[in-house]
């Protein structure tokens, strides 16, 4: 078995061009001391996400950013996952949104694939790769279980966050104060993963 490759501060690529989503990874790499450079502020393709699970997109993408910037880095592939639809949209969630990255049309889609169904079951699920310019690959997943509400509701986060009640909460996403919904995310779930494997004690 491959021994598990650490990384202690310095720059990590990280493979978005979402600010949102790189928010949230800055946000979670700075207890570490690591600091975040964007694929855009790297000149960095978004590669075709072409894999048929978030674990495969996440590995095409860090591998990309790795191999483009000469730097470690950090993908995420992430996707909401709707019970009654199958899963729906899952590796796709992104390219409901259509070109323009609308969501808000996104939302709409999900709203009227449910119609008829009484569940309303869904998981948001993140999978996270740290790779290397050689070709080494770490891949940590998580999830948070919830249900969907419409119409959506606040304007904080990203994505589907305003359709979405993590379980045993009131609040959207969408509605929740950033520090409270890092606590419990898909992505911050998988980033603790990550963390405890591969990142040295918290600065």
């Known amino acids: ?28 790499l700075r207890p570490y001391g690591v600091a975040a450079a964007g694929a855009a502020a790297l000149g960095l393709a978004e590669p075709d996400e072409t894999g048929a699970t978030f674990e495969d997109n996440a590995r095409l993408k860090a591998l990309a950013a790795a191999r483009g910037s000469g730097l470690p880095a950090l993908a995420d592939d992430s996707g909401l996952t709707v019970a009654a639809l199958g899963g729906a949209p899952g590796v796709y969630s992104a390219r409901w949104a259509g070109p323009n990255r609308d969501f808000a049309a996104a939302m709409r889609r ?3 694939a449910l119609a008829g169904h009484s569940d309303r079951r869904a998981a948001f699920v993140a999978a996270l790769a740290l790779a290397w310019p050689d070709g080494h690959v770490e891949i940590f997943r998580g999830e948070v279980h919830g249900h969907l509400v419409f119409p959506p509701r606040g304007t904080r986060g990203f994505g589907y966050d305003p359709i979405f009640v993590p379980e045993g909460g009131r609040e959207t996403f969408g509605e929740m104060e950033p520090a409270a919904k890092h606590a419990i995310s898909h992505r911050a779930r998988a980033f603790a993963r ?3 494997t591969c990142f040295g004690a918290a600065a």
Not at 17 to 22: F, I, T
């Open 1 to 28: 078995m491959a021994e598990v490759r650490r990384i202690t501060g310095g720059h990590l690529a990280v493979a978005t061009h979402n600010p949102g989503k790189l928010r949230e990874i800055a946000e979670l």
């Open 110 to 112: 999900v709203e009227v």
């Open 194 to 196: 990550l963390a405890a």
